[in-house]
């Protein structure tokens, strides 16, 4: 028999949102995150991303799209809340997503972000 997965209450689940996943947030039981593209090319790239990643782990989000943007909302609901499964599914959208490889400093250049041609996803800045 299966346990029961714990839930977090609303504030635990802001408080570790703030630490672990700045760019998501908490509304309607529902951890959410928007990705901002720059055409659709982008959008359909970060939806087939994030559903290879959800049938991997076998945790599967809502999604929404339009033409420059996805959200992704994430809500165990077997358990009725927001669980471990939601913020470790989350934690790995956000790593893969955002992957940017030429500023890791390897051989691996990442797609040029100036020539509209090719770039296709817009990565959050760091905050001055």
Do not use: C
Not at 46 to 59: F, K, M, Q, R, Y
Not at 67 to 92: C, P, Q, S
Request: hydrophobic share 35%; no cysteine; glycine share 6%.
């Amino acid at each position: 028999m299966a346990t029961k997965e714990r839930t977090y209450s609303d504030a635990e689940v802001e408080e570790r949102l703030k630490k672990e996943l700045p760019h998501w947030y908490l509304e309607d039981g529902w951890i959410r995150r928007k990705f901002k593209t720059n055409s659709w090319k982008g959008t359909l790239m970060v939806i087939n991303t994030v559903g290879h990643l959800s049938e991997a782990a076998w945790h599967h989000p809502d999604i929404t799209a339009s033409y420059a943007w996805v959200e992704v909302r994430l809500m165990n609901h077997a358990a009725k809340g927001i669980t471990d499964k939601d913020f470790e599914l989350a934690k790995k959208i956000e790593d893969v997503v955002h992957w940017q490889p030429g500023a890791e400093g390897g051989a691996l250049e990442g797609t040029p972000e100036d020539d509209m041609r090719f770039s296709y996803i817009k990565y959050d800045r760091p905050k001055d």
